[in-house]
């Protein structure tokens, strides 16, 4: 899915006067659009930002799954569950391309799920809310994959080839998630009074969730101009978010639901939508832990390591034993 940077002041970009000879080619290399791979040098300020942005990114797959593991259970049809299940294996692989993609800048797994779990590195702010109906895991697909996808395209381009790479299949399987959510979003839609009441009570609780995950806007943003030097970022919070309300607003109004925002309408000058004010106090209280379920998430993830633990000490015995064989042979 996707984790959205944190971001809270304004970092200015070096120029080429500050710049060593190495950070001067390294920068023409990247305004070339000539892709940087993990032997490449490159300055440690990028590897920095990397291993923080992929690593988040990564976590935020992982915890993702939890909130719609939730209703593996109850999901309403056999085909409904079968569907639900291939989404959340798919999240499970998009974590994993990610971990394998920032390990190439030096950092360990055991090492990024350590910084998780202490609380050191974040996840996705969005994964912290509960999911409370069934209409709830149509509102993440549309809403929150439909945001990833947003954020993702532009990655695609990113100048860190590893990363790069590994967005171009979480893509197009994140499109697959949106279409997903959009589908349980119509079919509630259009059943009974009650369905329709739930698909729009999710609306009511993801929509203004879903906007934060792009992101404090550009003025608060520490990491943004530097990034988007880089090329790690290409795209804007506020463009991001601006291209996500145009994109769903007319998706809301075909399922005859209402957007939870009375500021909400279309500007013809701008030829976009002008939305309300985002509530950011919230977005923040969610990311210093005050979450409905960040205590939740965390714990579940910690224990699912414990536990697991038995499984990793018997693959790595089990690696050793066969290097001992060979090395004999």
Known sequence: MYAQMVDT???SV??????????RAFQARIDADI????????PEAYRRTLIRQVSQHAHSEIVGMLPEGNWVTRAPSLKRKAILMAKIQDEAGHGLYLYSAAETLGITRDQMVADLHSGKAKYSSIFNYPTLSWADIGAIGWLVDGAAIMNQIPLCRCSFGPYARAM?????EESFH???????MLSLSRGTAEQKAMAQDALNRWWWPSLMMFGPPDAE???????????????SNDELRQRFVDQTVPQADYLGITMPDPDLQWNPERNHYEFGAIDWSEFMEVLKGNGPCNRDRLATRVKAWDDGAWVRDAAMAHAAKRASRQQVA
């Open 35 to 42: 892709r940087i791979e993990p032997k490449d040098w490159m």
């Open 168 to 172: 171009v299949r979480i893509c197009k």
């Open 221 to 235: 943003s520490v990491h943004s101009a530097q990034s988007a030097a880089w090329k790690i970022k290409i795209l």
């Open 9 to 11: 002041g304004v970092r």
């Open 14 to 23: 070096k120029g080429q006067a500050e710049m060593t000879t190495e950070e």
């Open 178 to 184: 949106q279409r997903q959510g959009y589908d349980i």
